[in-house]
């Protein structure tokens, strides 16, 4: 196609060509040629609807202390260790008795499990075994007696005559005077086999 320049037409066409070519180049040059402005800042995007701001999610802090057992306990199951049994043959009581008219010593010793000896002016003289109902009402007697809190002489002073029993029982020892009666222990000496 061939342009003729004298050509109102024409010219006008090439004109408006040459326009429409150039007003982007001129807005590119205008904007730094690479879409910034000339202080180097990026439009702001013109397209769309603004994003909507979403806040940042809540940090989580770190613990730095070390981690804590949590409180032990005894199993259930666990029961309190029990005290050990006394031995068969070990004693439970001893009791001695000295005066009277005659000026008698005896004494009976009872071991645990209800075997007794005994002894006159320092010689056995006999010996057994207590039966259960027997051994269960001295240990009940003993029990009752409290004789861990009394003092070891139960009588002022003897008197001509009597009897005086000497009781020993777990490490304690108290006397008593037939002048001078003790209910509880004397419920301790008529449980034993004192000789008659």
Known sequence: MRL????????RALAGALLTAAVPALLLVGCGGNGTDR?????????????PTVPAPPSASVSTAPPTAPPTSPPASATPARSPSPA??????????SGGIAGRHDSVKVNNDGAYTVLSSGRETGSGRLR????TELRRALDASGMERL??????????????YAINHADH????????????????????????
């Not at 003729?4 to 010219?11: F, K």
């Not at 068969?88 to 008795?97: A, G, M, N």
């Not at 001078?180 to 034993?192: D, I, M, T």
């Open 151 to 164: 003092p070891r002489v139960m009588f002022d002073r003897p008197a001509p005559d009597a009897f005086i």
């Open 132 to 135: 259960p109902a027997e051994l």
């Open 173 to 196: 020892e108290v006397a008593i005077s037939d002048a001078e009666p003790v209910p509880a222990l004397q419920r301790v000496v008529a449980a034993v086999p004192l000789p008659s």
């Open 39 to 51: 202080t180097g800042t990026p439009p702001a995007a013109t397209t769309g609807p603004a994003a």
């Open 4 to 11: 003729r320049l004298g050509s109102r037409r024409t010219g």
């Open 88 to 97: 068969p043959d070990e004693t439970l009581v001893i009791v001695t008795r």
